[in-house]
């Protein structure tokens, strides 16, 4: 049995006693906020969902109290309502045994196209400049800070996180020199820049005391090329380097800060900030190594610190102090009462995909999840007992089976899960062999645990008929077929020996060459292609679209490093170009001016999507069996984990 002994011990911070080193970190959610700050319903069984989950510490996203300077309204107009909010939820949070910090944003400064320390071309929109704050704005954000950090004390918020020297929010360009061109007290040195940090921590100090806890946000690096360009590989910075981080977290220490909540990145660079698994788990340690020897301070360390191996290991270490887990919370709000019962294995695996959550957050205003249907619906959405136990059979073992076959049995059903193949995952098994997706991999071992401790009867290498349907007499059947790589037959070559499947290749079928072309610029087909680019293969895209990874689905920040990643590494990629054919020579591909040109290549993988596999609902229907007969997943319509897993939780959570 696997125990996390650093994990699980209490940890100070300022004069506030934390009973676990495991906090979730602030992520603003959409649903979980009024638009002036205050919490929602919603919000509130959200974070006492945590604090149930046994987190220790759970810090809100960012809320503003600035109500002059950027915005008309904040909690500092809606006091009574705020306080009675928050004293309801965080009684319920310590009824849990947890804590929570309220983090309190000085603004967003240029990332939202408002006032900053100087005038700065807006994120996203370069050829609209910022205005410049005003040494009395500068003034009226700090006060107003010190009068939130009140307000949140009232409301009994254990203490205040302060947003932020990170994602080059608008402290973070006072303190990052190249966004800060001020000539006046709040530019030019590192103290100067700092100066607006230093007011705010005795601003709140001020109206609460000295032992009112206050932390900040603070990121390591920036991994900045230049405005809107990361720094691929890390060499280049044009943010913060760690030399400045170590110079500025003394600083804050001497400011009277209480501990460092870190992460990396800016929106500008912002696969540093929200990374997708192709960023290495615990990848700041190697920069957290350096600052522990500049401060005392505790070090809460975020931006893929879930894996808890990794996490207990740097605290035994003596690196940091507390893991800060993001992502890893929204997905399974009780990650770290899973830690504390020393059952890793239960824990519902974050997938880095960004897919739900901040990809949700932007495109949607909402925060979801991939793995987690329950996210923001945590009061009525999660899994209860059915009424009747009925006979379920589940017809595959993909994704979408298991988690069916796992919800229903929740539910006090009688679960069978058929499967044909002699293994239990599906797409999961090929999408899960990249290192860089070792999650994945992870989330199948997930639910292949689940599917042995819960009494499900898991049948492998069994194709379930109509005839055994009629024998097995179930209540409903579960369609999880799933999907298979389209591989054209109108194409020549295609069972040349040069042609591979994505999945194929992925599962180590066929040897691939040094020479690969992978045809189709999907996320599937860019992931491969990355994959092969890591391995030192010389590599070729052929994408028939205008652009590789262009389908909204697609988070920002998982194309944009996929995108650096390919010019990094030197990647060909031609857009507006079909595959022809596969011949001994290579690929032969149409180019977008209909010239053919004869690509050299080892190996030419085919990924150019998935097809849903045919089940037997007609036959069943046909039947006349009496079974509900429901398809879900890959097999309804093809998708990806994300709509695989809310589709068995909508065929399953009213069965
Ligand atoms: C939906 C979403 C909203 C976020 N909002 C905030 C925020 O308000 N303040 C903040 O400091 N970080 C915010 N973050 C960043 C997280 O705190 C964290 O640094 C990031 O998710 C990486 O950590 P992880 O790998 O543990 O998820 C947000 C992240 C997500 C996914
Ligand atoms: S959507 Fe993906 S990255 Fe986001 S929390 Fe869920 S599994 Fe993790």
Redesign the pocket.
Known sequence: MKTYPNLTKPLKIGSVTVKNRMMM??????FGNKPWGGFTPEGVEYFVRRAEGGFGLL?S??TAPDNRVDQTESILDHRDEFIRVGREMNRRIEDCGGKMFI?L?AGVGRNGGLKSPSQLPSLGNPAIMTKALTVEEIREKVRMMGEGAALCREAGFAGV?I??L??GHLLDSFVLSFMNRRTDAYGGSLENRLRIVREIREAIAGRCGWDYPVTI?FAVRSFMKDFNKASFDGREEAGRTLEEAAEIAKLLESYGYDAL?T?AGTLDAFYY???PSYVEKGYTLPYLRELRKAVKLPILA?????DPDLSEGAIAEGVIDAA???????ADPDYAKKIVESRPEDIRT?I?C?QG??W??FTSGR?GCAVNPTVGHEKDGEIGKADRSKKVLVVGGGIAGMEAARIAVLRGHDVTLCEKSDRLGGNLIPAGSHDFKSEVAELNAYFIHQSKSLPIDVRLGTEVTPDMVREMKPDAVILAVGSIPVMPRSIEGIDHSKTVSGVDACLGKKPVGEKVVIVGGGLVGCEIAFGYCREGKDVTIVEALGGILSLNNVPGMNKAMLLDAFEHYGTRILTGTKLKGVRDEGAVVILPDGKEETIPADTVVLSVGYRPVKSMRDDLLMLNCGAEVIEIGDGRQVGNVLTCIRDAYEAVKDL
């Open positions: 970190a602030p992520m603003d959610t959409g810090f996203g960012g983090q944003s996180d947003h932020a990170h994602w946000r909540s992460d900030a929200m990374p975020g931006a893929r610190m879930a800060v887990i993001g992502r890893a919370a929204i974050c880095g960004n959550c901040i949700g957050y925060v």
